[in-house]
């Protein structure tokens, strides 16, 4: 019999654990944890751990420059990833899965900023690689926000979307 459970990642759940207190309500501490991760991981480390990490910490800022910066790095991130090591996390991940919701973050937090034509580059992008996407919750929901991202920037809106991470519910 093949063992095909993943090897215990410290890092991975670490991250899991910061992310939770961001969902219980407490993104201070989540913030203040993931930064904390960062500072171990560096800018050069596994991409993985960076991808993750950025991805979950841009949700935790209201504002959409200093979320911005942390999409960016997840995106840059998700470049030096393969298959091979996101397979190691969970066998069923690939990174051509990711760059759907990487590019919608990266699309919303422009249109926030009123960088319209960028935040349209990025939505084609998104959408792009959306047929990567399963047909199940998840897929449905970032085809969902990237369809409602890409209507906000034909009406040139730069509001928070009630449907974006970390909104206010």
Do not use: K
């Not at 063992?3 to 670490?14: F, H, I, Q, S």
């Not at 991250?15 to 991760?37: F, K, N, Q, T």
């Not at 969902?144 to 991470?165: C, G, K």
Request: glycine share 6%; net charge negative.
């Amino acid at each position: 019999m093949t063992d095909t459970a993943a090897a215990p990642d410290p890092t991975m759940e670490a991250i899991g654990d910061a992310v939770a207190l961001g969902h219980e309500g407490d993104p201070d501490s989540a913030r203040r944890d993931l930064l904390a991760l960062w500072r171990r991981i560096g800018a050069a480390g596994d991409a993985f751990h960076r991808c993750t990490l950025a991805h979950y910490l841009a949700d935790l800022h209201d504002d959409p420059a200093e979320a911005l910066i942390w999409d960016v790095r997840a995106l840059d991130a998700a470049e030096a990833l393969t298959d091979e090591r996101t397979q190691r996390h969970h066998a069923s991940l690939q990174v051509a899965g990711f760059y759907p919701s990487l590019h919608l973050n990266v699309a919303d937090n422009l249109r926030r900023l009123g960088s319209f034509d960028a935040a349209a580059e990025h939505l084609h992008q998104g959408e792009q690689h959306a047929g990567v996407l399963a047909d199940d919750t998840y897929g449905n929901t970032i085809r969902t926000a990237i369809a409602e991202v890409r209507e906000a920037v034909a009406r040139r809106d730069t509001a928070r979307r009630a449907s974006a991470p970390g909104a206010p519910r």
